[in-house]
């Protein structure tokens, strides 16, 4: 039997690797989709946010099918300490539009419905099976995939890496390098049932469709690179926190203990009050920002997703960058074949000019020194939310002393913690610095 | 007739009734498996607030003993040539399960599915099914009807004796493993698990064949297999399509059994008691285990008593 040739092969079934087939089957390639999981999307993790845009540009009418919980329309932003938590909120009604722009998902349920849309556009999808290597030719283009089945490699004129955040085929294929323990996050979640109207008054909720999002930062990482979160589901609450991979060694502080800590604390606990955990997962986040991006194209193949590192640490945004590096690919590999031009290198620059292009990379690129920051400057998750939270202690205790003193001592504590006011300036300045 | 023991040590081997009329000869066995696809009971979750079974969002698989049939069923193929076909019974997405049945290896899957399917138990269940096999046989004579020893979701291992009875079917439930299959004679034998041992049983094809667990190790379909399972067209047979006449033995109105309450067994209120053994003898542990048994329990000591002294 003659190896079958498809125009392309996507490895993996995420949020890239189903933008990138879906965008591409339905605009009549002969598609192979390739995932490890036992059904597709069964090794997929989120907290989870689906933000609507990005999928909104790949399957407009996906609000009348998708299975969606809640639509955002409040976040909340907390600096956490031991036992008090300052923070903002900013809720409006304007989110409650026709086509609302955030909501919480359950990744389980998602990713299957997203599975069915791809498969529906016509791609070819097989599950259980791994791909272990990219087969090349007499001049290194990338022709096909190698499996774990036998029978053989399975040819396509392009291969998309949409293999998640550790990149493995990439690894062993020698298209690029193993992921670093600080350009990685390792985050790990629980799903806490409590009925609906419990989640609804808990949170001050209209309805079953509204729902809040808390983002924290502060003790919640111990003294570590990292951030807690907290996502209202229709039924449940999803908590978790997550931490650079390189911090977690340093620590030597078990991911569920620091779970444990952060649902123990005084001002999260009333919220899971009562409800049932029922799940628990983990999942490495990539971190590292623009510069932590691998070369995302070479002769037969291109990267996605989590792989190429697309993700926003500082806006908890990935999936839908994934979506969008997807879509962008597919494209692109449209425009390529409608214009009978091989995917070398070289042509694929139309994907990587694409990308510049997007908010993917702009994004990136806005946040580069970011990650470098946050490394050097851990004062930012333990001295600063600390001292936030006892100076508004101080300012809102009635004890009798005078307002003056207080603010005097406030300030005083702001000096003493950082050893002058030049590195408190340093600290904004540098901050500012790599916001900007 | 026929009757042989293979090994002196297992108890003796039962005979089994074979049908007369002689088989067809033909190249190569056409076998039908039939599977189930049932929630993944390892994942399933109850409702912490309502106490329901929670089936959204929980994975399906196929039943796991339909593996071990499955499995079988392909050996025999593979050492005699011919075709293995899967058929169920259940709503659309048990499409699933056909392909996934597929992709390891199967050649053909039949999916029966209507709506007035709904609700069946196992009596239900095994007309709907005899019907599909009576209208696979008349392409071509059944051989062999493989399946698992019971479901998981169920735990009856009603379906597959239900179909053997009303295909006129030899049964050969809980066979741990074939010997051998004599395609000239048209003869199989194969070991039974039973109470007490293990029979040798030999009879006449055709016949239906329910597997045990752990009697064979299920393989990985190549690629090909995995492309063919994405992309072949499935049969998909209504209740007409499957020959089926009389609704009224179909799903809920064909189903006597009825389910009069679903619950979660409750935890003992009472609490273990601890007997303490270390240094005791046999006896003394047994007399320790009787003063708490009667202390519990007075009528049993008087009945016990009065037992003995009779």
Not at chain 1, 171 to 195: D, M, N, Y
């Amino acid at each position: 039997m003659p190896a079958e040739h498809f125009d392309a092969i996507v490895v993996g079934a995420g949020p890239s690797g189903n933008a990138a087939a879906y965008t591409m089957g339905k605009a009549g390639l002969n598609v192979l989709q390739i995932d490890r999981g036992e059904y597709p999307g069964s090794k997929n993790v989120q907290g989870a946010i689906l933000y609507a845009d990005a999928l909104e540009r790949i399957i407009p009418d996906f609000r009348e099918t998708a299975p969606l919980e809640r639509h955002v329309v409040e976040q909340r932003f907390w600096m956490l300490s031991e036992k008090s938590h300052t923070g903002t909120h900013h809720r409006s009604d304007t989110f409650n539009e026709e086509k609302p722009n955030r909501y919480t998902i359950l990744r389980a349920q998602f990713d299957k419905w997203f599975s069915k849309q791809v498969r529906e556009a016509g791609v070819t999808l097989i599950t259980e099976t791994t791909v272990t290597e990219l087969v090349k030719n007499e001049v290194g283009k990338v022709i096909g995939v190698l499996t774990d089945r036998e029978g053989g490699p399975v040819y396509a004129d392009v291969v998309v890496l949409a293999e998640g955040v550790n990149g493995l085929v990439g690894q062993r294929s020698g298209l690029r390098s193993e992921i670093k323990p600080q350009h990685v996050a390792l985050a790990v979640k629980e799903t806490h049932f409590l009925p609906e109207e419990t989640v609804r008054e808990r949170f001050n909720l209209a309805d079953e469709d509204e729902g809040v999002v808390i983002e924290v930062l502060g003790s919640v990482s111990s003294g570590m690179v990292g951030t807690g979160f907290l996502y209202t589901n229709k039924e449940s609450i999803s908590i978790g926190v997550g931490c650079l991979v390189a911090d977690f060694a340093r620590e030597k502080i078990p991911p569920y203990e620091l779970l444990d800590r952060f649902k123990n604390h005084p001002s999260v606990k009333p919220l899971l009050k009562g409800a049932e955990m029922k799940e628990y997962v983990a999942h490495l986040i990539p971190e590292g920002g623009y510069d932590a991006i691998p070369q995302l194209t070479g002769d037969g193949w291109l990267i996605v997703g989590d792989a190429g590192q697309f993700v926003n640490a500082v806006h908890r945004e990935g999936s839908n960058l994934a979506m969008t590096s997807g879509r962008l690919a597919g494209e692109s590999l449209i425009a390529l074949k409608a214009q009978g031009l091989p995917a070398t290198n070289e042509n694929l620059k139309l994907y990587r000019d694409a990308l510049e292009d997007s908010v993917v990379i702009k994004d990136l690129k806005k946040y580069r020194k970011i990650p470098g920051l946050l490394e050097k400057n851990r004062q930012l998750f333990t001295t600063y939310p600390a001292l936030l939270n006892r100076s508004m202690n101080a300012f809102l205790r009635v004890d009798g002393r005078d307002k003056r003193s207080k603010e005097a001592e406030i300030l005083k504590g702001l000096k003493t913690a950082r050893g002058n006011w030049l590195n408190v300036a340093f600290d904004m300045l540098k901050l500012a610095r790599a916001w900007r | 007739m026929s009757e042989k023991l293979h090994e002196p040590d297992f108890p003796a081997a039962e005979a089994i009734d074979a049908p007369e009329e002689p088989v067809e000869t033909r190249t190569g066995l056409n076998i039908v498996v039939c599977i189930k696809q049932v929630p993944d009971s390892a994942q399933i979750r109850v409702h912490p607030v309502t106490n329901t079974i929670m089936r959204q969002g929980v994975p399906t698989i196929i039943n796991p003993y339909d593996l071990f049939a499955l499995e079988e069923a392909m050996r025999l193929r593979d050492d005699y040539g011919g075709t293995v076909t899967v058929l169920t019974m259940g709503p659309p997405m048990a499409e699933d399960a056909l392909r996934r049945a597929l992709g390891l290896g199967a050649d053909k899957a039949v999916l029966i599915t209507d709506r007035r399917f709904a609700g069946s138990d196992t009596l239900a269940t095994s007309f709907a099914l005899t019907s599909a096999l009576t209208k696979l046989a008349e392409e071509a004579p059944i051989d062999i009807v493989f399946t698992g020893k019971q479901t998981i979701d169920g735990d009856t291992a009603q379906v597959g004796p239900g179909i053997a009875r009303r295909m006129g079917l030899n049964q050969l439930t809980y066979v741990s493993a074939i010997d051998s299959l004599e395609t000239e004679a048209a003869t199989i034998t194969v070991r039974r698990r039973s109470e007490g041992g293990v029979q040798v049983l030999q009879s006449k094809l055709p016949c239906l064949i329910t597997m045990l667990e752990d009697t064979n190790h299920l393989r990985r379909g190549t690629l090909q297999d995995m492309l063919r399972a994405a992309r072949a067209p499935l049969t998909v047979w209504s209740a007409d399509d499957a020959g089926i006449e009389d609704p009224m033995k179909c799903g809920l109105r064909g189903s006597p059994t009825v389910v009069k309450r679903v619950f979660a067994p409750q935890p003992r209120a009472e609490k273990a008691e601890m007997v303490a053994v270390e240094g005791k003898t046999p006896a003394q542990i047994g007399d320790a285990i009787l003063d708490v048994l009667f202390a519990k329990s007075p009528k049993l000591e008087a009945d016990v008593s009065a037992k003995i002294t009779a």
